[in-house]
């Protein structure tokens, strides 16, 4: 009973940043874990980014292609999570999408709940 929105993409120039938000309705979860995918045209979905909260620990983790330039990030009050990707570049080009579940994000495949997803086009 999860529902993600996720919100914030658009068409950018090299170099560039974006804020992608992904806003969850519905109950709200003491130990949860929300994860960043992309999938380009004739690819396949691979994983961005995810954050994991359990008790008093909050851990991230990050795909090779964007550490360093993106940031994954969580505001309680609004019960959102974002990724800052900073400097962008072409092949960032990809359909967005945010996924939620009980365990830590690291795949594609899981028992996860996902959001309609958002375009982020990066020209050069």
């Known amino acids: 009973q999860v529902q993600l929105v996720e919100s914030g993409g658009g068409l950018v120039q090299a170099g560039d940043s974006l804020t992608l938000s992904c806003a969850a309705s519905g109950r709200t979860y003491s130990s949860f874990a929300v994860g960043w995918f992309r999938q380009a045209p004739g690819k396949e979905r691979e994983f961005v980014a995810a954050i994991r909260w359990s008790t008093g620990t909050l851990s991230t983790t990050y795909s090779d292609s964007v550490k360093g330039r993106f940031n994954i990030s969580r505001d309680n009050a609004k019960n959102t999570v974002y990724l800052l990707m900073d400097n962008l570049q072409p092949d960032d080009t990809a359909v967005y999408y945010c996924?939620?579940?009980?365990?830590?994000?690291?795949?594609?495949?899981?028992?996860?709940?996902w959001g309609q997803g958002t375009q982020v086009t990066v020209s050069s």
């Open positions: 996924a939620a579940g009980w365990t830590m994000i690291t795949s594609p495949a899981g028992n996860y709940y």
